[in-house]
């Protein structure tokens, strides 16, 4: 699986990029809302910024985004500790 | 970047030769969180929040321009670019004081000029992979000078943005478009 690493996030809450289907998506796993004033080019709106997903993340890591990293699933390392045990 | 010489022919290829540039999208610096490169062209901008890329449209009169003029302090002396955006706005109002303002405080900025060729080009960054994000500021901070100008009554009242920062390469071009600009 695809993270952005904790320590990037403490210094930037709010990562917003384009994923592949060039829609902001924000890397901090957070859906985001804000209001947006009105300017001399823009009526003023809300803007949403829907939460990275997975495939998201595989793309930008493959398209070599500085801040994602691979790591090993973690899910798939617990239910392997279960069988273990 | 590593010495190389590439053959170039304007005759040959035909190039787009219109100069000028058309709009330009403007952010701080520290906005910009992390760069991404397909064939080194900027093909994505990773932003501290949305919203933050703020569009500039200027007078269409062939006054707007995006010069980087190289020079060597003597012949040994590593290029430096100084890159030099001119933005001017017609009329006068209590509006553009506010911005002229706050402009003129922005310690680092950065511009996206779309040129009237249809380039794209970024001022104010340094491609970097060894910076964290992949990028840095400029040589010189790239910061806005702003000018409000009654002028006479013969003239046009106006506000002016001069930007003008200095660095070691030439500016990077990016693929994005208006409306994945702003979006982010």
């Known amino acids: ?85 | 970047m590593a010495c190389g010489i590439t053959s170039l022919s304007s005759v040959a290829t035909c190039n787009n030769d219109i100069g000028g540039i058309a709009r330009s999208f403007m952010c701080n610096l520290a906005d910009i969180t992390a760069v991404t490169l397909t064939s080194g062209v900027i093909s994505g901008f990773t932003m501290a929040s949305t919203g933050l890329w703020k569009q500039m449209t200027y007078d269409k009169d062939d006054t707007a321009y995006y010069n980087q003029t190289g020079a060597r302090a003597n012949p040994g002396a590593p290029l430096v670019a100084t890159q030099t955006s001119f933005l001017k706005f017609k009329g006068m109002s209590a509006a553009y004081i506010t911005a002229a303002n706050a402009a003129k405080d922005c310690c680092n900025v950065v511009l996206i000029h779309v040129l009237n060729n249809g380039a794209r080009i970024v001022q104010g960054i340094v491609i970097d992979a060894t910076e964290v994000g992949g990028f840095s500021g400029t040589k010189t901070d790239t910061r806005v000078t702003p000018s409000v100008m009654s002028d006479t009554g013969a003239n046009q009242s106006r506000l002016e943005y001069l930007i003008e920062g200095t660095a070691y390469d030439f500016s990077p071009t990016t693929s994005l478009t208006d409306s994945a600009i702003l979006a982010l």
């Open chain 1, 1 to 85: 699986m695809y993270i952005v690493p904790q320590e990037i996030l403490e210094q930037y809450p709010e990562l917003v990029t384009l994923n592949e289907a060039n829609k902001p998506v924000n890397l901090a796993g957070k859906r985001i809302e804000k209001q947006m004033p009105g300017d001399a080019n823009n009526a003023p709106k809300v803007r949403v910024v829907e939460a990275a997903n997975q495939k998201d993340l595989e793309f930008l890591f493959k398209k070599g985004h500085p801040f994602i990293v691979e790591v090993a699933d973690t899910n798939t390392t617990s239910v392997s500790t279960k069988e273990v045990k």
